[in-house]
């Protein structure tokens, strides 16, 4: 079964690694970047800003402003939206710093994108929150905490 | 098996909000399986794209730390009544899906 699985995988993979290389995934491919593998597997917090925006020099903004609740009932379901008025957006991020790996979840934006982004993440633990936002090559953050009253990893 | 669901509204801040969600269990990897005590294995979505006519505006990269069955919100502040909004995700394993709809 497992070998089916991957072998499905691989195949799919490879599929599409002909099809964009024919040029036929072409409105695609201007943003098709590939899964930023090496952030999702950062057990710091700079290692994944470096690996995803590949600069960790960060300036507070109170232009980047988090909608989240301060507790959370279900570590499993916390919803996270981040929005920001600065223009020229260019990545928006996530990190919960108390997980085990900290960075969960980016939006890449290109021209004609927004500078809004909300999901729902897991949080193991109390923890702060913090966002980034990528604008005209500068990285903005904000933070907030967030009281997780029973965890979301696991079990 | 996979379902997806879009729902485009106004945004606050002018243009329009994209709010996708979509069916999926990810699974972090870590969790074991109750009656078999076997770690199930790792299946999260990876990619997120939405393409307002074809053109895409913004990807969104998930991981096993996003909730299952992700509710991801998306801001695109030029679309227009009448533009086409597609979003496509694809997983781990290879699956994928996508939804489609257009701007009221």
Redesign the interface.
Known sequence: MKRR?FL??????STLAVAAGAGMLT??S????A??KA??ESETEAEALQAFFGTSDVEQSDQVSIKAPLQAENG????I?V?T?LTGVEGIAIC?IK?P?P????????????????????MGQTSPVHCYVKAGGKLYMASQEIKVTVG???? | MASTKMKIKKSKSGGYEVMVLAKHPMETGLRKDKKTGEKIPEHFIENMEFAVNGEVVAQANLGTGVSKNPLIGVGIPNAKSGDTVTVSWVDNKGESDSAEKVVK
């Open positions: 699985i499905k995988g691989s195949l799919a993979a409105p695609k201007v943003l098709a970047a899964w930023p952030a999702f499993a379901v916390v919803p939206k929005m008025s919960a997980n790996r960075y969960t979840t980016s939006l890449r934006v290109s021209a004609g994108g927004g500078g809004l982004y909300s999901t729902r993440i897991k979301g990893c696991g079990g």
